[in-house]
């Protein structure tokens, strides 16, 4: 049976295992997939183990996504520019190559969502890891524009150096914001997991408005209520951004698309 992992510290968080042996269900593939705990200073030890131990792929979570990268030989050009992998495969000449599906994950959420993103306004709040692994796959999309804003305005700048010669993206500070709505507003910062919200001014959202925040859980997240306040048209967590990445990664690996939805109903009902 081909053995797959996804590892992470902490992991037992992970629905990753739950995922991914559903899919493997639906698409009758014969595959063993687990969470491992790896220890702060042996994620190197730890891959070279699974590896060497004829492992074909591997998923990779909170803290370890910047190490995968260096541990990776080959790199798809989305990874190369995320700066980061969540997914790594054994290629048939025993290199390692590393790609990053959580952007492809969230653009098919949003899609899957009825959310229109071509020529379309976006606004991407926060520039952190989270924020970099979606921009390359939100400008494929061909938005008119792709406005980061950030706390730390410095580093949404440093975003948008990185990808402006991938579509039109300018970096604006919270301020500055909100003269118009935007068709999308994405919330990629880690103060949802806190139940914060970043201080954007509440003119960023209008009725026409469809909302995004990249964490998920049994109610709606601080962010999304915040958002239907503002009367946003739609808001969605990032249930099925999860989701969505692992199917791509279960793409790269088995070369099929596995179905999203069913396993993500299934999620849901978990969660509840
Ligand atoms: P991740 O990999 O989850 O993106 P990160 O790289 O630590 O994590 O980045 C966290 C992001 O959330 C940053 O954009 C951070 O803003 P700063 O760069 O100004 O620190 C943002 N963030 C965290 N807490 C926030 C808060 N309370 N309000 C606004 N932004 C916040």
New binding site residues.
């Given amino acids: 049976m081909d053995k797959y992992i996804v590892v992470g510290n902490p992991i037992s968080h992970s629905k990753s295992p739950f995922i991914h042996t559903l899919f493997a269900r639906q698409t009758s593939q014969n595959m063993d997939y687990r969470s491992q705990l790896v220890q702060l200073d042996g994620f190197v030890a730890a891959m070279n183990a699974f590896f060497n131990d004829g492992g074909k792929g591997c998923n990779i979570t909170?803290p370890f996504k910047e190490q995968a990268f260096e541990y990776a030989s080959q790199l798809t050009p989305r990874a190369r520019l995320a700066g980061a992998v969540n997914t790594l495969k054994r290629l048939d000449d025993g290199g390692i190559l590393g790609d990053n599906t959580d952007g492809e994950g969230l653009v098919q959420d949003l899609l899957q969502q009825q959310v229109e993103l071509k020529g379309k306004r976006i606004l991407l709040?926060?520039?952190?890891?989270?924020?970099?692994?979606v921009i390359l796959p939100l400008l494929a999309q061909q938005p008119q524009t792709v406005i980061i804003s950030?706390?730390?305005v410095t580093?949404?700048q440093q975003l948008a150096a990185l990808f402006a010669e991938y579509g039109d993206i300018k970096a604006q500070s919270?301020d500055a914001l909100g003269e118009q709505a935007f068709d999308v507003v994405i919330n990629?910062?880690?103060?949802s997991?806190?139940g914060?919200?970043?201080?954007v001014p509440t003119s960023i959202i209008d009725q026409h408005t469809s909302c995004y925040d990249?964490v998920y859980g049994s109610t709606a997240t601080a962010f999304n209520l915040w958002a239907q306040q503002q009367g946003a048209l739609k808001t969605i967590d990032g249930l099925g951004m999860l989701v969505g990445q692992a199917a791509e990664s279960f793409m790269l690996w088995r070369g099929l698309r596995p179905g999203a939805k069913q396993v993500q109903r299934e999620l849901r009902r978990l969660l509840q």
């Avoid at 709040?125 to 692994?133: K, L, S």
């Avoid at 990629?188 to 103060?191: D, F, I, K, L, V």
């Avoid at 914060?196 to 201080?199: C, L, R, S």
């Fill in positions: 909170v709040i926060g520039a952190g890891g989270a924020a970099r692994g950030n706390r730390t580093k949404a919270f990629s910062t880690s103060a997991l806190s914060e919200i970043p201080v990249m």
